[in-house]
């Protein structure tokens, strides 16, 4: 048995998690709790200052966890990479988003890994978190790190390890959430996934290679993204039909197999769902190759907040109103009920189509109270009042936060068009329209 193996086993190691954010934080979390000792990187000096200070910012850290594992000694944040050269383990779990041109933006990765790798030492484990592209650790991290003069497989260990954080998710959390691990070498994925063992309730999954495990996580959110795609081009279908897709969903779901329910919307939101399929059909045309079903439903996602405004238009049309000019207020900009989380969110993209129109749009969002979009902060309305629904030509649903009372909603607003079947159990319809 290795020595790091046994000192994971003994809980001797100090870990290390770079990226203190929706991913990090958590996962550093559960790794104090698990009785290790953490060291928190990030470039960004105000989470650091408040991890150290026991302030939770994030949803899934529960406030009272965070500050126990801070005072005793656990965990500790830092802006100084130095700190490195006493970790055992590094994970890293840095932000992987598309530039302005949808090409995959790997600079926080890179620049994460460069940072890493000046203090590293023998017998030391480094796992990507972050979701990329198929030989992100191989062909990108591997060489980086090896600039220290220790090789991998020999000198240390390297692994992938995606991520799987659902914010607002009640049931799966870091702890229980299952697993997968590849290596780049068989003890590589052995020590990493020990590690996992070490500190999941979950069991560890795993896989031959980092390849396998980055394809594994592309695969689950294309597989989302592409059945988002199949149900919004229904949804759309549905309208000209006169059929409401909702009521054929809920009718597809009493078969007990064969069948996933998945919904339509204003379109995709979040940090992996809307981005990761970009990063597949990026790395895919290097083998001359073209995802066209992904890239088809991709097309029909990115086309739902367009389509939602053009439908809001025809539910003003009837009331014998112009989008031009027209009160339109927005529920929701969070990209998912309940959560704060407005990372790629749809509202937003609805927000600004329906301004581009000339409509004069205000937004209610229980959990954002303000949104930061090129640079502009926008601010959102404090309380959703009787006045405020009362003055709005149209009410648009677009997350469908529980916390919202819709039945009020629907008493004071004089026309609503739900795009996410918030109002389903809202009794009095007449002035509900649904996507």
């Not at 086993?9 to 953490?38: H, I, M, N, S």
């Not at 020990?194 to 689950?220: D, F, N, Q």
């Not at 601010?379 to 009362?390: N, P, Q, R």
């Not at 795009?419 to 649904?434: D, F, H, L, P, S």
Request: net charge negative; proline share 5%; aromatic share 8%.
């Amino acid at each position: 048995m290795s020595q790091l193996k046994q000192k994971i086993l003994d809980r001797t190691v100090t870990l290390g998690v770079v990226g203190l954010g929706y991913v990090g934080l958590p996962l550093a979390v559960e790794k104090a709790k698990a009785g290790f000792k953490v060291i928190g990187f990030d470039v960004q000096s105000q989470k650091v200052d408040m991890v150290n200070q026991g302030h939770n910012y994030i949803g899934d850290v529960v406030d009272s966890d965070l500050e126990k594992i801070v005072r005793e000694g656990y965990l500790r944040a830092t802006t100084d990479f130095a700190s490195v050269a006493s970790c055992d383990c590094v994970c890293i779990a840095v932000p992987t988003p598309l530039d302005a041109h949808q090409q995959p933006d790997i600079s926080y990765v890179r620049s994460s890994t460069e940072s890493i790798m000046p203090h590293m030492h023998k017998d030391m484990l480094i796992v990507l978190e972050s979701t990329t592209y198929p030989g992100t650790t191989e062909e990108l991290l591997k060489p980086i790190l090896e600039k220290s003069g220790l090789k991998c497989g020999v000198d240390f260990y390297l692994a992938f390890s995606p991520e799987r954080v659902d914010p607002g998710n009640l049931i799966y959390k870091t702890k229980n959430t299952p697993k997968v691990v590849g290596g780049c070498t068989p003890e590589c994925t052995d020590i990493a996934a020990t590690l996992y063992e070490a500190v999941l309730e979950a069991p560890v999954h795993r896989v031959s290679s980092p390849a396998v495990a980055e394809m594994e996580k592309i695969l689950e959110n294309t597989y989302r993204n592409v059945n988002i795609g199949l149900v919004n081009e229904l949804a759309i279908l549905c309208n000209r039909m006169g059929i409401n897709i909702w009521e054929v969903i809920e009718a597809a779901k009493s078969k007990p197999y064969g069948f996933q329910a998945f919904y339509p919307g204003p379109g995709l939101g979040g940090h992996c769902i809307p981005l990761d399929p970009y990063y597949l059909s990026w790395k895919a045309r290097e083998y001359g190759f073209h995802t066209s079903m992904i890239e088809s439903s991709m097309m029909v996602n990115d086309r739902m907040p367009e389509y939602c405004c053009d439908r809001a238009m025809e539910a003003l049309n009837e009331n014998k109103k112009a989008m031009n000019g027209a009160k339109i207020l927005v529920l929701g900009v969070a990209y998912k009920q309940d959560i704060d989380d407005y990372r790629e969110s749809p509202a937003i993209r609805v927000i600004e189509a329906l301004k581009k129109r000339g409509a004069e749009v205000s937004f209610y969002d229980p959990f954002v109270a303000e949104y930061r979009e090129n640079g502009v902060v926008e601010k959102g309305l404090e309380a959703l009042t009787e006045e405020v629904l009362k003055q709005a030509d149209l009410v648009m649903v677009t997350t469908a936060h529980t916390t919202v009372d819709y039945d009020f909603v629907a008493e004071h607003a004089g026309l609503i068009f739900d795009t996410k079947n918030a109002m389903k159990n809202v009794t009095k319809r007449e002035n509900i329209r649904v996507l």
